[in-house]
């Protein structure tokens, strides 16, 4: 089945502590992102890459790490998290980058920073 | 750069009542627009996308939208409302001012379907 993942789906920490959430897909896309949702915000980009070990700035990247070593996948890293990045975290993929190719989506990961 | 407004954040509507939920846009070139929809729980989905071949566009589960220019709208449309179309309701725009062409969401509009 064609699909995005991520884990963990869910997970409370607290603040300093290094975390990675992990997204894989299996499509064989070029394109993958990372959102962060927020109520009344809707989703701002954080990191996207284009391809292997291409990766730049979204709108709110400040925090955040990204690396892309291999094509089907694109780990988040928090290396200090703070309260404030407590948020509902999407990652994205599609086939090639271009305005009209539609986003495959994994199921969300929300994160607690205590 | 480009922006997406969805008029309410919230929407209510009887089974079987028509669904109107709207979307405006600020671009100076024709864009490509997007609708996706969040199921609870889930990850958004693609609905159904604009790309200039028509200015409607059919989707998925019984939605439409329909592209108009002069009012910089997109917005979508179901005929009657089932329990199982609420969600919370994204519309997209592609942004033509970057080198990768990104895009951007809007804020979401929440559906309730009240039995």
């Known amino acids: 089945e064609a699909q995005v993942t991520q884990n963990p789906r869910y997970l409370i920490t607290v603040t300093g502590k290094k975390l990675t959430v992990t997204c894989s897909q299996n499509?064989?896309?070029?394109?993958m992102s990372w959102y962060r949702q927020d109520p009344g915000l809707g989703l701002r980009q954080i990191y996207y890459?284009?391809?292997?070990?291409?990766?730049d700035k979204g709108d709110v990247p400040e925090g955040y790490k990204v690396s892309r070593k291999e094509k089907r996948n694109f780990p988040l890293i928090l290396e200090s998290p703070s309260p404030n990045q407590t948020s509902l975290y999407f990652c994205?993929?599609?086939?090639?980058?271009?305005?009209?190719?539609?986003?495959?989506f994994g199921p969300g990961t929300r994160l607690t920073v205590l | 750069a480009q922006s997406v407004t969805q008029l309410g954040s919230h929407v209510s509507v009887s089974e079987g009542a028509l669904v109107l939920l709207r979307c405006n846009y600020s671009s100076s070139v024709p864009p490509y627009l997007f609708w996706y929809v969040q199921y609870p729980n889930q990850g958004l989905q693609l609905l159904l996308k604009?790309?200039?071949?028509?200015?409607l566009v059919k989707g998925i589960n019984g939605f439409e939208a329909e592209f108009k220019k002069s009012e910089t709208s997109f917005h979508l449309t179901k005929p009657s409302a089932h329990m199982s179309d609420a969600a919370e309701y994204f519309c997209?725009?592609?942004?033509?001012?970057?080198?990768?062409?990104?895009?951007?969401f809007g804020p979401g509009t929440s559906l309730s379907v009240i039995p």
């Open positions: 997209a725009v592609s942004d033509d001012g970057t080198s990768y062409d990104k895009v951007i």
């Open positions: 604009y790309t200039s071949a028509a200015t």
């Open positions: 994205a993929s599609s086939l090639k980058t271009g305005p009209y190719n539609e986003q495959f």
């Open positions: 890459s284009m391809n292997v070990e291409v990766t």
């Open positions: 499509m064989n896309h070029e394109y």
